[in-house]
């Protein structure tokens, strides 16, 4: 496979397009180094991603699901060989067919899903991870995305295809449900099923409407009205939303599921859809940044971006550094927290879809402000200005995590060009899960 990153030496700095360049130049240039992450952090013997570019770091299975999702876009922006994308993806798929699915200690999974860490180079579960629904549903969002995409006629793409359906005919979602109820979080060897469910709104959209939608091991038809019961509608700085304090649950599901003008029952009581609900949590994060109720240096209406991603903790910060409460990798949310002055470029690029001309402008002040947010050439999880070295630069999260580099890719694709929402509109799967969640109208 012949796919070759650009050099460091070629990406365009912060600083050049912290400058007056154009939207297509900052855009093209944040893509394209955003996606040279899957060309740098893959195992080229199996297709598994590495979680981040830290020494040691294990594979995600739902960074694999995002790199998955990118190939068609290099493909089709001609940053690899189309047979190139495919020999890569065929090997990620034909991996996840063979992995040990027993269940066991060193097994990939279990019942159709995957631990949510496994190690790069086996394969096997790590860190006595889960096996994760949440991130087995965004894996294989990513292989119906490489399945609708690579829909050639050929030996190669129809072996892709017919791998891609046994995979998701495999997964017994059924199985994952509580009895009458919601789908649970994850399952592990030592102690079965862990003691909560996806209640409460989430990035779990995508997983509910792959779990409905499966002609092998559905859920109930109940399970997805049990999730939306628990949701939590709210009023803030004068929206009304449904509420969810981190970004990326604003963003997740609908990189790839497009969901503008479609509405389940819950959002066709509330008068509203999933998409302009991720527009007011947009703009509710504006207010609440430029409100800044605890202080923190450099908030403002076009400086924000709370959501999960790494951050300071305190024992690795200098004497130099304020002292306060430091949280480490968490879900940031706001108004209730945590906050501590952690913010993340990327999920301003991330609302790009929902609120183009904010996003922007946040992405090119935090840019021009903070140049060192982006670190070879992409965008580091996150960085906190109120923390500064001797130098006056605010403290910079180390190294790169996949997904982020996935949503960025993701999220400015289906701005410019809406390339996952078509793929996955054409895929009866999601289709037939989102009609049986109760969505109505639009595209469906």
């Known amino acids: 496979m012949s796919a070759v990153g650009a050099d460091a030496d070629d990406r365009v700095s912060a600083s050049t397009l912290a400058a007056p360049v154009s939207d297509a130049v900052l855009l093209d240039a944040l893509q394209r180094a955003a996606f040279d992450y899957f060309l740098q952090a893959v195992n080229p013997h199996n297709g598994l991603v590495a979680d981040t570019s830290r020494a040691q770091s294990p594979c995600s299975i739902a960074v694999v699901g995002f790199a998955l999702s990118v190939y068609p876009v290099a493909v089709a922006h001609g940053w690899m060989l189309r047979a190139d994308a495919v020999a890569r993806t065929l090997l990620t798929l034909r991996f996840f067919r063979d992995s040990d ?6 097994s990939s999974g279990c019942h159709g899903f995957y631990f949510h860490f496994l190690d790069l180079r086996t394969g096997a579960r790590v860190w006595r991870s889960e096996l994760s629904m949440i991130d087995t549903a965004l894996l294989l969002a990513g292989v119906l995305t490489a399945a609708a995409f690579f829909d050639a006629d050929s030996a190669d793409e129809n072996e892709l295809r017919q791998i891609a359906d046994a995979l998701y005919r495999r997964v017994d979602w059924r199985w994952a449900q509580q009895d009458g109820g919601s789908i649970r979080h994850g399952w592990k060897p030592e102690s079965g099923f862990l003691h909560y469910c996806w209640d409460g709104y989430s990035e779990a959209i995508m997983l509910y409407v792959l779990a409905l939608g499966s002609p092998t091991h559905p859920v109930t038809s109940d399970c997805y ?16 939303f449904l509420y969810a304090g981190p970004l990326f649950v604003h963003q997740f599901s609908q990189a790839w599921i497009d969901l503008r003008g479609i509405r389940d029952g819950f959002m066709r009581s509330k008068d ?6 991720s527009l007011r ?3 509710v994060q504006r ?5 800044n109720p605890l202080g923190w240096v450099g908030y403002d209406e076009d400086c924000w971006g709370l959501t999960a991603c790494d951050g300071p903790q305190a024992e690795q910060l200098a004497l130099c550094y304020r002292q306060g409460r430091w949280f480490g990798y968490a879900a940031r949310g706001l108004p209730y927290g945590p906050d501590d002055g952690t913010l993340s470029g990327w999920a301003a690029a991330a609302a790009l879809p929902f609120a183009p001309t904010c996003a922007l402008r946040a992405m090119r002040t935090m840019l021009a402000r903070y140049p060192e947010m982006l670190t070879a050439g992409r965008y580091a999880s996150s960085f906190n200005p109120t923390l500064r070295d001797t130098d006056g630069n ?10 982020d580099q996935g949503i960025v890719v993701m ?6 060009s809406g390339l996952h929402w078509q793929l996955l509109r054409d895929c009866p799967y999601i289709g037939n899960g989102l009609r049986r969640a109760g969505f109505r109208g639009g595209w469906l």
């Open 287 to 291: 207010e609440y940044a430029r409100r």
């Open 225 to 240: 009205r049990a999730w939306t019961a628990t949701y939590q509608w709210e009023n803030l700085y004068g929206y009304e």
């Open 101 to 106: 699915q027993r269940g066991g200690e060193q």
């Open 394 to 403: 605010a403290w910079v999260s180390a190294g790169h995590y996949g997904l």
């Open 411 to 416: 999220m400015i694709e289906n701005w410019r």
């Open 281 to 283: 949590a947009t703009e």
């Open 272 to 277: 509203c859809d999933y998409f302009e609900n």
